[in-house]
């Protein structure tokens, strides 16, 4: 199922992110038939994804950064309140990430996970361009074009085997004549698969247009973002003809969406700062080479230069944030210093009307803790960082990323006893969080409780999908001295769990093995931007192909960002 996904996602380039305002007169979703739901069900699909991402979060691509992931998601999460009955009647949790890429793309993946590229994170100017593309992917899973998709495909499996049919019976006549008969049977089947592919990017154009509107924002920034998209696939687009490409020409999409802007009012919305901050980590992260680093440097210097106090104070953050990476954390904190003070900064006199000015509190005070988390050596900072992230916690207590910090400042303080109360506290209210678990871990580790620290680890392996080593850390629990009476009966009781989880797990794996022995990949042409934009790809060609068993240390998990890699996820 996971590489049958693979082959369907709905990875849409970001150049077909068009949608369409109706503020007031929105019509309700369309009910998909029966056909879909015996094709993949709501909580298949979800499933489904929740596989795929399993993969995904343990490839040194995939950009675990808390500020990151908490303003695309808080962001992401906007638009979908804003189109009633967008979580479908599986009611999904939608989810918003970040992958390293250097090209403008994004896409879907079912069951509402949903990605965008950092090079296009980078290339949006404003929120409503970065809108108009989490609105067009939010589009794709309220209308599950990924279950419609298996089902056009179901379907489309029926035209090969006619013309099969056919064929030995033209082959009577000739062997020319029984190979053309073939032939235009599997090209018939292919036009099918493209014109669904165009069919579900403007449908999911028209949803995302008007997920924009809903939410307050400006329509015309869709425009804006497509000639982009138009510029950077304009040798690829050129060279394909448009009747091979799953997805309509980027300039016929213009024109629609230009077309449906006429009819709307204008729109203004202030940009947060939440937004340029965001950037500026992403940027960083982007490329961590020394010449990564270097033109990241570069910009935020012009940065600082313009007269915009959000991009000034964008150019002093990512500076902060660089001096960070790279180990001086005493320019770290003056560059934060700046920019909170440029943020403060009381508008010019005379300037009247202004928009009250966002402070991005949550994003400076994480940093804040980061800096001091990064002098290990220094325990009067050390702990300084856990009284600020006492604090951080009690005001924004939903912010998962300064829930991590409140834990790992702790454990870096040595307040051992108080870690392991609070964070057995955070593995009860959020157990489908591996970090939560391995900070867990790496408590009980200090404090000397082998048999408990193996038991964390084991459910932060099976969050990440390694059940097997899983089994190996339950293993050496109930070796571990210290394993009392209890802890026996708790390992015991999980080792059964987990045991018939591995049963269902191989089982699967020998049934998907079959399928595959007898299926071909579907043709999926994707459009893309960048040096290698002529050649059409798959979604996931690129992503690492780990085995989901794989015995990394947690602690070691890409919290760091210490990624050096410009590999890419598709």
Sequence with gaps: MRLTAAALLVAMPVAMAQNALAPAKIPNLPSLGDTERQDLSPLMERKL????????????DFLDDGPILEYMNNFGNALVAARPGARGEANFDYYFFVVRDPQLNAFALPGGFIAVHSALLLAANNESELASVLGHEIGHVVQRH???????????????????????????AGGDAAMGVFLGGQGLAIQRQLNFGRDAEREADR???????EAGFDTSGMVA???????????YSDLVPAWLLTHPLTTERIADIQARIREQPYKQRQDSLDFYLVRSRARVL???????YAEAKQFFQTQMGQDNWQLKAAGQYGMAFLS????????????LDKARDTVNKPPMAGVFGAAPRTKAESIFVATSIEIKLAQPDNKAVLAKAAEEAEAAHQKFPLSRGIAHQYGEAMIAAGKLEEAAVYLRDQVQLYREDPDSYDLLAQTYSKQGKLALQHIALAESYVLQGGTLSALDQLNYARKAPDASFYDQAVIDA???????????????????????????????????SGADARQPSYPFDRLRQQNSDATTDPFDRSRSQDITSGRTVR
């Design 49 to 60: 994804g929740e596989e795929i991402m399993r993969d995904i979060r343990r490839d040194k």
């Design 146 to 172: 990924i279950a419609r998709s298996i089902g056009q495909q179901k379907q489309d499996a029926l035209i090969p085997l006619a013309a099969m049919i056919l064929a030995a019976l033209a082959s009577r």
């Design 207 to 213: 949803i995302g247009f008007q997920i924009m509107g």
């Design 225 to 235: 973002f497509f000639q982009q998209m138009q510029n950077s696939t304009r040798n």
């Design 286 to 292: 982007q490329d961590q080479t020394s010449n990564g």
């Design 324 to 335: 960070m990476k790279q180990g001086d954390t005493a320019s770290a904190q003056t560059w």
């Design 494 to 528: 999980r080792e059964r769990e987990l045991q018939a989880k591995r049963r269902e797990e191989m089982g699967d794996k020998a049934k998907k093995d079959m399928r595959e022995a007898d299926s071909r990949p579907a043709f999926k042409a994707e459009m893309k």
